[in-house]
């Protein structure tokens, strides 16, 4: 079975020190980029249908030399039509990989639905997206 996230550096992180682990985990990352606090809002875009399934996806994530080309669909993606960036789950062949990526891509629609409950969700289509190999 493949595993459920794959860490890309796997090398890198076995065998950097405990300071360069944390600063590259995602978060950290994510927060190198954005300048202050409180001026960026994510949304993490997991599911793919009714059914919870995050083992089994078919959003995939292809290498094409230094980047990623990611093709796939996800639903109800909280906050997926007002968030600035998304996280984005998608299978690489190597397991399932988080990318990071701005809302305004070109390769991604975004269509918003309005929840009963008030909260915002959104589909969310990837069609030939290139991602750095950085985004990962």
Known sequence: ???FLYFDNFPLWQFSCSYARYMLTPVNCFRMAVSSP???TLA????????HSPTNLETNAKKDGDSYIINGQKTFVLDGGFADFLIIAADTGK??????????????????TPMVDSRNAANITFKDLKLSSSDL
């Open 38 to 40: 409180g001026e960026a």
């Open 95 to 112: 397991g399932t990989s988080l990318f990071i990526s701005n809302k305004d891509a070109t390769g991604i629609d975004i269509k918003v």
């Open 1 to 3: 079975p493949k595993p």
């Open 44 to 51: 993490f875009a997991l599911e793919e249908s009714s059914r």
